[in-house]
Protein backbone atom coordinates (compact mmCIF):
# COMPACT_ATOMS: atom_id res chain seq x y z
CA UNK A 1 0.00 0.00 0.00
CA UNK A 2 1.08 3.60 -0.84
CA UNK A 3 2.59 4.58 2.49
CA UNK A 4 0.85 8.01 2.11
CA UNK A 5 -2.76 6.57 2.27
CA UNK A 6 -1.51 4.10 4.93
CA UNK A 7 -0.55 8.17 6.86
CA UNK A 8 -4.10 8.91 5.95
CA UNK A 9 -5.77 6.73 7.09
CA UNK A 10 -3.66 6.37 10.44
CA UNK A 11 -4.72 9.71 11.16
CA UNK A 12 -8.27 8.73 10.69
CA UNK A 13 -8.18 6.08 13.10
CA UNK A 14 -5.96 8.28 15.26
CA UNK A 15 -9.43 10.86 14.82
CA UNK A 16 -11.85 7.91 16.02
CA UNK A 17 -9.51 7.06 18.97
CA UNK A 18 -9.48 10.50 20.43
CA UNK A 19 -13.26 9.96 20.48
CA UNK A 20 -13.39 7.93 23.75
CA UNK A 21 -12.40 11.74 25.05
CA UNK A 22 -14.43 13.70 23.63
CA UNK A 23 -17.73 13.28 25.98
CA UNK A 24 -15.65 14.15 28.80
CA UNK A 25 -14.12 17.16 27.34
CA UNK A 26 -15.59 20.76 25.63
CA UNK A 27 -14.84 21.09 21.98
CA UNK A 28 -12.16 22.85 22.08
CA UNK A 29 -10.22 20.78 24.77
CA UNK A 30 -11.22 17.93 22.38
CA UNK A 31 -9.40 19.36 19.84
CA UNK A 32 -6.29 20.45 22.06
CA UNK A 33 -6.52 16.50 22.77
CA UNK A 34 -6.42 15.54 19.20
CA UNK A 35 -3.72 17.83 18.39
CA UNK A 36 -1.38 16.62 21.22
CA UNK A 37 -1.89 12.95 20.61
CA UNK A 38 -1.51 13.62 17.16
CA UNK A 39 2.35 15.63 17.97
CA UNK A 40 3.52 13.45 20.30
CA UNK A 41 3.12 10.32 17.61
CA UNK A 42 4.43 12.08 14.80
CA UNK A 43 7.39 13.80 16.68
CA UNK A 44 7.88 10.79 19.48
CA UNK A 45 8.29 13.84 21.82
CA UNK A 46 6.87 15.31 24.89
CA UNK A 47 8.59 18.82 23.75
CA UNK A 48 6.13 21.41 23.19
CA UNK A 49 8.33 22.61 20.59
CA UNK A 50 8.95 19.56 18.70
CA UNK A 51 4.53 19.21 18.81
CA UNK A 52 4.03 22.34 17.45
CA UNK A 53 6.45 21.73 14.30
CA UNK A 54 4.53 18.50 13.72
CA UNK A 55 1.23 20.22 13.60
CA UNK A 56 2.19 22.51 10.88
CA UNK A 57 0.09 25.04 11.37
CA UNK A 58 -0.58 28.16 9.14
CA UNK A 59 0.59 30.50 11.68
CA UNK A 60 3.17 31.61 13.61
CA UNK A 61 4.89 28.63 15.81
CA UNK A 62 4.90 30.67 18.85
CA UNK A 63 0.70 31.05 18.98
CA UNK A 64 0.64 27.49 18.27
CA UNK A 65 2.92 26.69 21.49
CA UNK A 66 0.92 29.57 23.37
CA UNK A 67 -2.66 27.67 22.38
CA UNK A 68 -0.99 24.53 23.18
CA UNK A 69 0.37 25.57 26.63
CA UNK A 70 -2.84 27.22 27.38
CA UNK A 71 -4.77 24.04 27.34
CA UNK A 72 -2.20 21.71 28.85
CA UNK A 73 -2.74 23.71 32.62
CA UNK A 74 -6.44 22.32 32.65
CA UNK A 75 -7.03 21.30 36.34
CA UNK A 76 -8.02 17.95 36.62
CA UNK A 77 -7.64 17.26 32.67
CA UNK A 78 -5.10 14.44 33.73
CA UNK A 79 -7.66 12.54 35.60
CA UNK A 80 -10.25 13.13 33.31
CA UNK A 81 -7.77 11.25 30.63
CA UNK A 82 -6.85 7.80 33.14
CA UNK A 83 -10.73 7.48 33.83
CA UNK A 84 -11.27 7.88 30.29
CA UNK A 85 -8.58 5.22 28.92
CA UNK A 86 -9.46 2.67 31.86
CA UNK A 87 -13.01 2.82 30.92
CA UNK A 88 -12.16 2.26 27.48
CA UNK A 89 -9.23 -0.34 28.29
CA UNK A 90 -12.14 -2.06 30.99
CA UNK A 91 -12.96 -4.77 28.38
CA UNK A 92 -9.31 -6.57 28.53
CA UNK A 93 -9.91 -6.53 32.15
CA UNK A 94 -11.79 -10.22 32.87
CA UNK A 95 -11.92 -12.01 36.09
CA UNK A 96 -8.40 -13.31 36.52
CA UNK A 97 -6.22 -10.62 34.89
CA UNK A 98 -3.70 -9.23 36.17
CA UNK A 99 -3.58 -5.68 36.96
CA UNK A 100 -0.07 -4.16 37.71
CA UNK A 101 0.76 -1.50 39.41
CA UNK A 102 4.21 -0.70 39.08
CA UNK A 103 5.67 2.45 40.45
CA UNK A 104 8.43 4.66 38.68
CA UNK A 105 10.00 7.80 38.30
CA UNK A 106 10.93 11.01 36.11
CA UNK A 107 14.62 11.66 36.57
CA UNK A 108 15.31 15.64 35.83
CA UNK A 109 19.22 15.35 36.69
CA UNK A 110 20.09 18.50 35.21
CA UNK A 111 16.73 20.54 35.92
CA UNK A 112 16.58 23.01 38.23
CA UNK A 113 13.66 25.63 37.42
CA UNK A 114 11.06 22.89 37.36
CA UNK A 115 8.44 22.68 39.73
CA UNK A 116 8.40 20.57 43.19
CA UNK A 117 11.27 18.91 42.15
CA UNK A 118 12.12 16.11 44.30
CA UNK A 119 14.83 13.35 44.40
CA UNK A 120 14.50 9.85 43.06
CA UNK A 121 17.20 7.15 42.33
CA UNK A 122 18.66 6.87 39.21
CA UNK A 123 18.63 3.42 38.58
CA UNK A 124 21.22 3.30 36.42
CA UNK A 125 24.30 5.12 38.54
CA UNK A 126 22.30 4.35 41.93
CA UNK A 127 22.70 8.03 42.59
CA UNK A 128 19.96 10.22 43.92
CA UNK A 129 18.98 13.37 41.62
CA UNK A 130 16.16 15.57 41.03
CA UNK A 131 13.36 13.89 39.74
CA UNK A 132 9.26 13.03 39.33
CA UNK A 133 7.49 10.22 41.33
CA UNK A 134 5.37 8.01 38.77
CA UNK A 135 3.12 5.19 38.75
CA UNK A 136 2.09 3.03 35.63
CA UNK A 137 -0.52 0.11 35.54
CA UNK A 138 -1.18 -2.23 32.96
CA UNK A 139 -3.08 -5.17 32.74
CA UNK A 140 -1.83 -8.70 31.23
CA UNK A 141 -2.58 -12.32 31.36
CA UNK A 142 -0.84 -14.50 33.31
CA UNK A 143 2.26 -16.23 30.79
CA UNK A 144 1.22 -13.80 27.79
CA UNK A 145 2.82 -10.98 26.47
CA UNK A 146 0.14 -8.68 25.83
CA UNK A 147 0.39 -5.79 27.75
CA UNK A 148 -2.88 -3.13 28.06
CA UNK A 149 -2.00 -0.23 29.69
CA UNK A 150 -4.74 1.39 32.25
CA UNK A 151 -3.25 4.32 34.17
CA UNK A 152 -0.16 6.33 34.41
CA UNK A 153 0.57 9.69 36.52
CA UNK A 154 3.34 11.96 38.14
CA UNK A 155 3.51 12.93 42.01
CA UNK A 156 5.77 15.03 43.82
CA UNK A 157 6.31 14.71 47.53
CA UNK A 158 6.91 18.37 47.40
CA UNK A 159 3.88 19.78 45.82
CA UNK A 160 1.23 21.27 48.04
CA UNK A 161 -1.44 18.56 47.74
CA UNK A 162 0.72 15.43 48.17
CA UNK A 163 -0.66 13.37 51.08
CA UNK A 164 1.13 10.10 50.68
CA UNK A 165 2.40 7.48 48.01
CA UNK A 166 -0.18 5.23 49.27
CA UNK A 167 -2.74 7.36 48.80
CA UNK A 168 -1.32 7.85 45.22
CA UNK A 169 -1.68 4.34 44.80
CA UNK A 170 -4.90 4.23 46.16
CA UNK A 171 -6.65 6.74 44.21
CA UNK A 172 -5.23 4.64 41.00
CA UNK A 173 -6.46 1.39 41.93
CA UNK A 174 -9.76 3.17 42.51
CA UNK A 175 -10.09 4.90 39.28
CA UNK A 176 -9.21 1.50 37.77
CA UNK A 177 -11.76 -0.29 39.87
CA UNK A 178 -14.48 2.19 38.85
CA UNK A 179 -13.72 1.07 35.16
CA UNK A 180 -13.42 -2.59 36.15
CA UNK A 181 -15.40 -3.48 39.59
CA UNK A 182 -14.02 -6.56 41.06
CA UNK A 183 -12.34 -8.05 38.23
CA UNK A 184 -8.86 -8.58 38.14
CA UNK A 185 -6.03 -9.57 40.71
CA UNK A 186 -3.58 -6.70 41.61
CA UNK A 187 0.02 -7.02 41.52
CA UNK A 188 2.68 -5.14 43.03
CA UNK A 189 6.29 -5.64 43.98
CA UNK A 190 8.10 -5.22 47.37
CA UNK A 191 7.27 -2.04 47.47
CA UNK A 192 3.50 -2.95 47.72
CA UNK A 193 4.94 -4.63 51.07
CA UNK A 194 2.50 -2.57 53.03
CA UNK A 195 0.01 -2.36 55.85
CA UNK A 196 -1.02 0.64 54.92
CA UNK A 197 -1.94 -0.80 51.17
CA UNK A 198 -3.04 -4.57 52.32
CA UNK A 199 -6.18 -3.20 54.92
CA UNK A 200 -7.50 -0.83 51.95
CA UNK A 201 -6.98 -3.55 49.31
CA UNK A 202 -9.07 -6.13 52.12
CA UNK A 203 -10.95 -3.78 52.62
CA UNK A 204 -12.29 -3.21 48.98
CA UNK A 205 -12.56 -7.07 48.79
CA UNK A 206 -10.31 -7.03 46.05
CA UNK A 207 -7.66 -9.88 45.24
CA UNK A 208 -4.03 -9.41 45.05
CA UNK A 209 -0.69 -10.61 44.83
CA UNK A 210 2.30 -8.63 46.64
CA UNK A 211 6.06 -9.90 46.73
CA UNK A 212 7.07 -9.10 50.31
CA UNK A 213 10.25 -8.91 52.22
CA UNK A 214 11.78 -10.90 54.90
CA UNK A 215 11.21 -9.44 57.74
CA UNK A 216 7.04 -9.12 57.40
CA UNK A 217 4.92 -10.69 59.96
CA UNK A 218 2.28 -13.32 59.94
CA UNK A 219 0.52 -15.51 61.56
CA UNK A 220 0.68 -18.95 60.93
CA UNK A 221 -0.97 -21.71 63.42
CA UNK A 222 -1.52 -19.31 65.84
CA UNK A 223 1.97 -18.12 65.81
CA UNK A 224 3.27 -14.53 65.09
CA UNK A 225 6.79 -15.03 62.85
CA UNK A 226 8.41 -13.49 60.03
CA UNK A 227 8.05 -14.70 56.81
CA UNK A 228 11.61 -15.68 56.12
CA UNK A 229 11.28 -18.06 59.09
CA UNK A 230 7.98 -19.26 57.68
CA UNK A 231 9.75 -19.87 54.07
CA UNK A 232 12.52 -22.06 55.84
CA UNK A 233 9.97 -24.66 56.77
CA UNK A 234 7.47 -24.43 53.64
CA UNK A 235 7.51 -27.75 51.77
CA UNK A 236 8.48 -27.51 47.98
CA UNK A 237 5.83 -29.29 46.90
CA UNK A 238 6.46 -28.77 42.98
CA UNK A 239 9.20 -27.66 40.89
CA UNK A 240 9.44 -26.44 37.12
CA UNK A 241 12.07 -25.32 34.46
CA UNK A 242 11.69 -21.90 33.12
CA UNK A 243 13.53 -19.62 30.53
CA UNK A 244 13.74 -16.57 31.88
CA UNK A 245 14.51 -13.06 29.19
CA UNK A 246 15.19 -9.99 30.74
CA UNK A 247 17.41 -7.40 29.75
CA UNK A 248 17.97 -9.17 26.27
CA UNK A 249 19.94 -11.92 28.26
CA UNK A 250 18.37 -15.91 28.84
CA UNK A 251 18.88 -17.73 31.54
CA UNK A 252 17.11 -21.25 32.21
CA UNK A 253 16.17 -22.03 35.73
CA UNK A 254 14.99 -24.50 37.90
CA UNK A 255 12.39 -23.34 40.63
CA UNK A 256 11.01 -25.30 43.46
CA UNK A 257 7.95 -23.66 45.27
CA UNK A 258 4.90 -24.49 47.69
CA UNK A 259 2.73 -22.45 49.87
CA UNK A 260 1.32 -22.48 53.39
CA UNK A 261 -1.44 -20.61 54.95
CA UNK A 262 -1.04 -17.49 56.64
CA UNK A 263 -2.75 -14.21 57.84
CA UNK A 264 -1.96 -10.50 58.68
CA UNK A 265 -1.83 -9.07 62.07
CA UNK A 266 -4.90 -7.56 62.85
CA UNK A 267 -6.72 -9.13 59.88
CA UNK A 268 -8.72 -11.77 60.04
CA UNK A 269 -8.82 -12.18 56.06
CA UNK A 270 -7.13 -15.98 54.83
CA UNK A 271 -3.57 -15.04 53.07
CA UNK A 272 -1.53 -17.69 51.66
CA UNK A 273 2.65 -17.25 51.47
CA UNK A 274 3.88 -18.59 48.19
CA UNK A 275 7.89 -19.16 48.68
CA UNK A 276 9.65 -20.10 45.32
CA UNK A 277 13.51 -20.56 45.41
CA UNK A 278 15.54 -20.50 42.36
CA UNK A 279 16.00 -17.25 41.60
CA UNK A 280 18.99 -16.43 44.03
CA UNK A 281 20.64 -17.12 47.18
CA UNK A 282 17.01 -15.83 48.58
CA UNK A 283 13.68 -17.25 48.23
CA UNK A 284 10.99 -15.52 46.87
CA UNK A 285 8.23 -14.63 49.15
CA UNK A 286 5.01 -13.55 47.46
CA UNK A 287 1.52 -12.56 49.67
CA UNK A 288 -1.95 -13.04 48.34
CA UNK A 289 -5.84 -13.42 48.82
CA UNK A 290 -6.18 -15.81 45.86
CA UNK A 291 -6.99 -18.86 47.04
CA UNK A 292 -4.29 -22.10 46.44
CA UNK A 293 -5.77 -25.31 46.89
CA UNK A 294 -3.59 -28.42 47.11
CA UNK A 295 -2.87 -28.15 42.96
CA UNK A 296 0.30 -27.39 41.31
CA UNK A 297 -1.87 -25.37 38.59
CA UNK A 298 -3.29 -22.96 41.76
CA UNK A 299 0.23 -22.65 42.99
CA UNK A 300 1.91 -21.89 39.57
CA UNK A 301 -0.60 -19.45 38.68
CA UNK A 302 0.67 -17.20 41.25
CA UNK A 303 4.25 -17.94 40.23
CA UNK A 304 3.56 -17.24 36.87
CA UNK A 305 1.66 -14.19 37.30
CA UNK A 306 4.49 -13.00 39.23
CA UNK A 307 7.09 -13.69 36.38
CA UNK A 308 3.97 -11.61 33.87
CA UNK A 309 4.68 -8.59 36.25
CA UNK A 310 8.42 -8.49 34.70
CA UNK A 311 7.20 -7.73 31.55
CA UNK A 312 5.72 -4.31 32.55
CA UNK A 313 9.61 -3.38 32.62
CA UNK A 314 9.90 -3.46 28.86
CA UNK A 315 6.83 -1.15 28.91
CA UNK A 316 7.92 1.58 31.00
CA UNK A 317 10.92 1.71 28.88
CA UNK A 318 9.00 1.91 25.76
CA UNK A 319 7.09 4.68 26.85
CA UNK A 320 10.26 6.88 28.46
CA UNK A 321 12.04 5.78 25.08
CA UNK A 322 9.60 6.06 22.54
CA UNK A 323 8.72 9.39 23.75
CA UNK A 324 11.67 10.75 25.05
CA UNK A 325 9.73 10.93 28.65
CA UNK A 326 12.39 12.25 30.31
CA UNK A 327 12.46 15.46 28.20
CA UNK A 328 9.59 16.91 29.75
CA UNK A 329 10.67 20.82 30.02
CA UNK A 330 6.95 22.52 31.04
CA UNK A 331 7.52 25.15 34.01
CA UNK A 332 4.17 24.35 35.58
CA UNK A 333 3.37 21.00 37.89
CA UNK A 334 -0.52 20.50 36.48
CA UNK A 335 1.37 20.50 33.08
CA UNK A 336 3.43 18.11 33.49
CA UNK A 337 0.62 16.02 35.11
CA UNK A 338 -1.21 16.52 32.37
CA UNK A 339 1.70 15.77 29.95
CA UNK A 340 2.02 12.09 31.80
CA UNK A 341 -1.85 11.27 31.10
CA UNK A 342 -1.50 11.77 27.23
CA UNK A 343 1.66 10.28 26.50
CA UNK A 344 -0.34 7.22 28.28
CA UNK A 345 -3.00 7.79 25.75
CA UNK A 346 -0.49 7.87 22.34
CA UNK A 347 0.59 4.77 23.86
CA UNK A 348 -2.89 3.09 23.87
CA UNK A 349 -3.38 4.29 20.53
CA UNK A 350 -0.24 2.69 19.42
CA UNK A 351 -0.06 -0.67 21.72
CA UNK A 352 -4.15 -1.43 21.78
CA UNK A 353 -6.33 0.38 19.71
CA UNK A 354 -4.20 -0.37 16.17
CA UNK A 355 -3.46 -3.66 17.69
CA UNK A 356 -6.93 -4.83 18.54
CA UNK A 357 -8.10 -6.45 15.16
CA UNK A 358 -4.61 -6.14 13.32
CA UNK A 359 -2.30 -9.13 12.73
CA UNK A 360 1.03 -9.13 13.35
CA UNK A 361 1.78 -9.86 9.64
CA UNK A 362 0.08 -6.74 8.41
CA UNK A 363 1.19 -4.54 11.10
CA UNK A 364 4.23 -5.77 10.12
CA UNK A 365 4.12 -5.08 6.21
CA UNK A 366 1.85 -1.76 6.50
CA UNK A 367 3.34 0.07 9.55
CA UNK A 368 6.48 -1.20 11.03
CA UNK A 369 8.34 -1.76 8.08
CA UNK A 370 8.02 1.87 7.74
CA UNK A 371 10.66 1.90 10.82
CA UNK A 372 13.85 1.01 9.17
CA UNK A 373 14.75 -0.98 11.55
CA UNK A 374 17.91 -2.99 10.47
CA UNK A 375 17.38 -6.11 13.12
CA UNK A 376 13.92 -6.65 12.15
CA UNK A 377 11.05 -6.16 14.45
CA UNK A 378 11.81 -7.51 18.03
CA UNK A 379 9.50 -9.69 20.13
CA UNK A 380 8.67 -6.17 21.79
CA UNK A 381 7.30 -5.00 18.89
CA UNK A 382 6.12 -1.75 19.80
CA UNK A 383 8.61 0.31 19.56
CA UNK A 384 8.92 -0.32 15.94
CA UNK A 385 5.35 0.23 15.95
CA UNK A 386 5.99 3.49 17.66
CA UNK A 387 8.56 4.35 14.98
CA UNK A 388 6.49 3.44 12.16
CA UNK A 389 3.40 5.82 12.80
CA UNK A 390 5.95 8.80 13.66
CA UNK A 391 7.85 8.17 10.03
CA UNK A 392 3.90 7.88 8.38
CA UNK A 393 2.45 10.81 10.28
CA UNK A 394 5.40 13.03 9.49
CA UNK A 395 4.81 12.23 5.70
CA UNK A 396 1.28 14.37 6.21
CA UNK A 397 3.56 17.32 6.93
CA UNK A 398 0.47 18.66 8.93
CA UNK A 399 -1.97 17.83 11.04
CA UNK A 400 -5.72 18.20 9.81
CA UNK A 401 -8.77 16.34 11.87
CA UNK A 402 -10.72 14.09 9.08
CA UNK A 403 -13.54 14.24 11.03
CA UNK A 404 -15.81 15.30 14.08
CA UNK A 405 -14.25 12.55 16.20
CA UNK A 406 -16.69 10.26 17.93
CA UNK A 407 -17.13 7.07 20.54
CA UNK A 408 -16.96 4.06 18.92
CA UNK A 409 -19.13 0.88 19.08
CA UNK A 410 -16.80 -1.58 21.79
CA UNK A 411 -16.43 -4.06 19.12
CA UNK A 412 -15.40 -1.62 16.02
CA UNK A 413 -13.06 -3.50 13.29
CA UNK A 414 -9.80 -1.32 12.23
CA UNK A 415 -10.22 -2.88 8.76
CA UNK A 416 -8.43 -0.47 6.54
CA UNK A 417 -5.58 -1.76 5.69
CA UNK A 418 -7.31 -5.20 5.50
CA UNK A 419 -9.34 -4.09 3.04
CA UNK A 420 -6.20 -2.09 1.17
CA UNK A 421 -4.05 -4.87 1.16
Known amino acids: ?6 AHRLREQLDR ?10 KPQGRFLRQMIYGIEAAQDVKLSAITRELGESIAL ?19 INEAIAQYAASYVKPDTLIVVDPTDVRKAYARRMPFLATVRDGSSGTLVPGYWGCIAVSCEAGARRVVPLHQRLWSAKAPDFGSENIQLLQ ?33 DLRFLVRICGDRDLYYRGRRSRASELAKG ?38 YLVVVRGFGSEPLLILTNVPITRSRTSAWFIVEA ?116
Not at 259 to 270: A, G, K, M, T
Request: aromatic residues 10%; positive net charge; proline residues 5%.
Open 62 to 80: KKTSERLSHHLQAEGMDQT
Open 17 to 26: FSGIFYPRFS
Open 1 to 6: MNPTLV
Open 234 to 271: CSMRYAERIAVHREGRKRNLHLEYGSIPVRLPRRPEQL
Open 306 to 421: YLTRWRVEETIRFIKQSYHLEDLRVLDYQRLRNLMALVLAAVVFSAVWLGRSLKLSILTAHVTNVSKRFFGVPDFHYYALADGIARLLSRLGSYAPCATPHTPPPDHQLTFLFSSA
Open 172 to 204: IIDTIRAATGQRGIYVMDRGGDRQKLFSPLLDR
